[in-house]
């Protein structure tokens, strides 16, 4: 019970839509938002140019990456945080071990999602496929400091988001593209005027433009 408590999202399941991982040209990873189910997030693979790629979704212990805001204090969010970073890398290594390189793997998210995939990419930085953060940004409360190590060696990033976002404050999406390009991420930010908590044609045809050229 105790190594489940620190581990809640380990042992779950990763939904699985596209081409089989084992023929696949690369991997898309899909991260749900808070509250739903990891399947639902492979709807996006409807609305993108890549039969070739698999798309995966690791699902989330009682559907919830982390209890709190994503502006919390970090410890606030432990152990459900580590667990949730822990994850994603696992699903990572499972498209490594089924021999795609690092840059044919790309993260996505949506909302918790987003926040998940930015701080993953961020934390663990290496030249991945690109990344894709729709609706989130960086984990933590204002002025956490940002000094993560490594490069995203020209890594392309997309990130868009409302200007009233009721969860995600447009400054921080403004701090994780200004942090990402310090990383040597090549980072495209939209933000959108008056949009609701969603995702907009605009950013699905970004990331299909991202997607087509990894």
């Known amino acids: 019970m105790a190594g489940q408590m620190t581990t809640p999202h380990q042992g779950l399941p990763v939904a699985a839509a596209g081409a089989p991982l084992a023929e696949a040209r690369g991997a898309l990873i899909l991260i ?7 399947e639902s997030i492979l709807d996006l693979a409807a609305y993108l140019p890549r039969p070739d790629l698999a798309y ?7 559907s919830t990456w982390y209890p709190y805001s994503f502006l919390a204090p970090l410890e606030k969010n432990e152990p459900y945080l580590s667990s949730a970073l822990a994850r994603v890398g696992e699903v990572v290594a499972l498209a490594e071990a089924a021999g795609l390189p690092p840059e044919r793997i790309f993260l996505g998210g949506f909302s918790q999602g987003a926040c998940l995939a930015s701080e993953f990419v961020a934390r663990n930085a290496r030249r991945y496929g690109g990344l894709l953060a729709f609706s989130g940004g960086l984990i933590g ?8 190590e490594g490069s995203l060696s020209g890594m392309p990033v997309f990130i868009g988001c409302s200007d009233v976002d009721p969860h995600i ?3 921080r999406v403004h701090e994780t593209a200004a942090v990402l390009e310090r990383m040597g991420a090549a980072v495209d ?12 044609q605009d950013e699905m045809n970004a990331a299909a433009e991202l997607l087509a050229g990894g």
Request: aromatic share 6%; charged share 15%.
């Open 32 to 38: 749900h938002g808070r509250g739903a189910p990891a």
């Open 56 to 62: 995966l979704a690791p699902q989330a212990a009682d």
């Open 141 to 148: 409360p204002d002025g956490t400091p940002r000094n993560y």
């Open 169 to 171: 404050p447009v400054g």
């Open 189 to 200: 930010s939209r933000i959108y005027p008056r949009m609701g908590h969603t995702i907009n």
